[in-house]
């Protein structure tokens, strides 16, 4: 984590934005659509900096040490987990497994989410060989 504190009106700045979720005086929580924004773009080749600045985050203002930490967190958690590894789950997932058994309901919901987040992750797949053939046909 970086050393450099934001103010008060920076937080507010930031806050403006709608790719973050929440600021602090030390840390900055993005949406998990800007973070697979950020994938798709740099997959394209784009640099974290240009996405960031394009995105309407100064790197003037973030930092580009944050710029750097955070892509570099994105890149490995998409890489070992796909889509499924850019989701923020502090809230949903304590840590602690669940010792009871699932019902038919339960179980059925898991699977139907899940069954909803492969789809997604289908098509953003589908749209990355479709842009890459695009820009390959282009060259």
């Known amino acids: 984590m970086t050393k450099r504190l934001l103010t008060k009106k920076e937080q507010e700045l930031l806050k403006g934005n709608s790719y973050i979720k929440s600021v602090s005086d030390k840390a900055i929580t993005y ?4 973070k697979r924004h950020f994938i798709a773009e740099n997959v394209n080749g784009k640099l974290p900096r240009d996405i960031f600045e394009e995105a309407g985050l100064s790197a003037d203002l973030i930092g580009i040490d944050r710029i750097k930490t955070a892509a570099k967190r994105w890149r490995t958690a998409f890489r070992e987990a796909g889509i499924e590894g850019l989701q923020d789950t502090r809230k949903t997932n304590s840590g602690r497994p669940l010792e009871r058994e699932l019902s038919i309901e339960e179980k059925y919901a898991r699977l139907e ?7 997604a992750e289908n098509e953003l797949l589908k749209k990355l060989d479709l842009l ?8």
């Open 113 to 119: 989410a899940r069954a909803r987040l492969l789809e």
């Open 132 to 139: 890459e053939r695009q820009m390959l046909k282009k060259k």
């Open 31 to 34: 949406t998990d659509e800007f």
